[in-house]
T-cell receptor, first 114, second 111 residues
């Protein structure tokens, strides 16, 4: 049981390049999330998927797209990377149930855009 | 506008003493509150939570207190250990909406 896995762990891009961050979970969770963490800014939600087949914008969606490929996988795409997207990206998943739900996080992808 | 605020970016505590991390929120509709712990180069991990119908929840050395009238919660760690040194995030949710996180407090426990 690996929990939430993310690939790659590190990536360096040039301005204007594109890439896709991959995330997979093996806990049979319905909901998945993408966050970015910047120094002094905490964790900010980019996009989330409450269930397979649905996606919604979070606090900072501009410059990103997502795909919920199936129940296990949720990818984040940067179509034209910008230096402002230099950050650590975390994927998370949760089991949607009434009331409390704990989110489980992956180890993160450290992205640098030059 | 920040809905969840952690006003202390950092905190230093001696080993064996109590660590108190604070969190304020503005949305009175939040009904669940959680604390996450994050070590460098790792993802955040869940630590403890509390429902809005309670005012205290305890798990070993960790206790979370909720004061709904003041829209304030705190995490107490007693006794503090060097392994507790990490960044602690407060988070809140309203119904099944995604968690809203604070900016985090870096705790350093000095041996």
């Amino acid at each position: 049981n690996a929990g939430v896995t993310q690939t790659p762990k590190f990536q360096v891009l040039k301005t204007g390049q594109s890439m896709t961050l991959q995330c997979a979970q093996d806990m049979n969770h319905n909901s998945m999330y993408w966050y970015r963490q910047d120094p002094g800014m905490g964790l900010r939600l980019i996009y989330y998927s409450a269930s397979e087949g649905t996606t919604d914008k979070g606090e900072v969606p501009n410059g990103y797209n997502v795909s919920r490929l199936n129940k296990r996988e949720f990818s984040l795409r940067l179509e034209s990377a910008a230096p402002s997207q230099t950050s650590v990206y975390f994927c998370a998943s949760s089991e949607q149930r009434t009331g409390f739900y704990e989110q489980y996080f992956g180890p993160g992808t450290r992205l640098t855009v030059t | 506008d920040q809905q969840v605020k952690q006003n202390s970016p950092s905190l230093s505590v001696q080993e064996g003493r109590i660590s108190i991390l604070n969190c304020d929120y503005t949305n009175s509709m939040f009904d669940y509150f959680l604390w996450y712990k994050k070590y460098p180069a790792e993802g955040p991990t869940f630590l403890i939570s509390i429902s809005s119908i309670k005012d205290k929840n305890e798990d070993g050395r960790f206790t979370v207190f909720l004061n709904k009238s003041a829209k304030h919660l705190s995490l107490h760690i007693v006794p503090s250990q060097p392994g507790d040194s990490a960044v602690y995030f407060c988070a809140a949710s309203e119904g099944n909406t995604p968690l809203v996180f604070g900016k985090g407090t870096r705790l350093s426990v000095i041996a």
